[in-house]
């Protein structure tokens, strides 16, 4: 029996897995932040709920590799403190994040950490971060799918140069 054999929790992480953990910690904190006060620009109700549940996916994300971190002596990232509400109608036109942007900026976050969790995946040697990165990555495939439905929904997908399949003569 080797050093790698057994419970996984019991097994110690590798440098990658540490480094990737710890950044995932990082990155949520500054999401987090950001989603906080993009909420505070958001008009649109229905993107005001999934801006909500993007935060509420990264906190919950958050106590897991928190969790891990701690278990394995590795010290915390700093987060920022919580962002204040604000109204919406206190913030000038110029300055206000419109609700397309917002929408867009969820799109590309969530294509973004689908790629990380999938290369935290195939980087993992413990089965239980393995595992733990393939829930993230399905939730945050769930997430990508309604946050894309709103985009359609409300017109504010920008989509690609369409190709048109030309049948030959």
């Avoid at 992480?13 to 620009?41: D, K, P, R």
């Avoid at 900026?105 to 595992?131: H, N, P, Y």
């Avoid at 945050?140 to 929904?153: M, S």
Wanted: aromatic share 6%; with cysteine; charged share 20%.
């Amino acid at each position: 029996m080797g050093i790698l054999s057994g419970n996984p929790q019991d097994e110690p992480m590798h440098y990658g897995e540490v480094f990737t953990v710890w950044s995932n910690v990082l990155a949520n904190n500054g999401m987090i932040a950001g989603y906080q006060s993009l909420l505070n620009h958001a008009g649109d109700q229905d993107l005001q709920k999934l801006v909500q549940e993007g935060i509420e996916g990264l906190q919950n994300e958050n106590k897991q590799l928190e969790e891990l971190l701690k278990a394995n002596g590795v010290g915390l990232p700093q987060a920022s403190p919580e962002r204040p509400c604000a109204d919406l109608e206190s913030i000038p036109a110029g300055a206000r994040f419109m609700d397309p942007e917002i929408g867009a900026k969820l799109s590309a976050d969530t294509a973004a950490g689908l790629v990380a969790c999938s290369q935290a995946m195939g980087q993992s040697i413990r089965e239980d971060i393995a595992m733990m990165y393939g829930q993230f990555h399905t939730a945050k495939a769930q997430f990508g799918a309604k946050v894309l439905k709103l985009n359609k929904e409300k017109g504010w997908l920008i989509p690609p140069p369409l190709h048109m399949s030309k049948k030959c003569d």
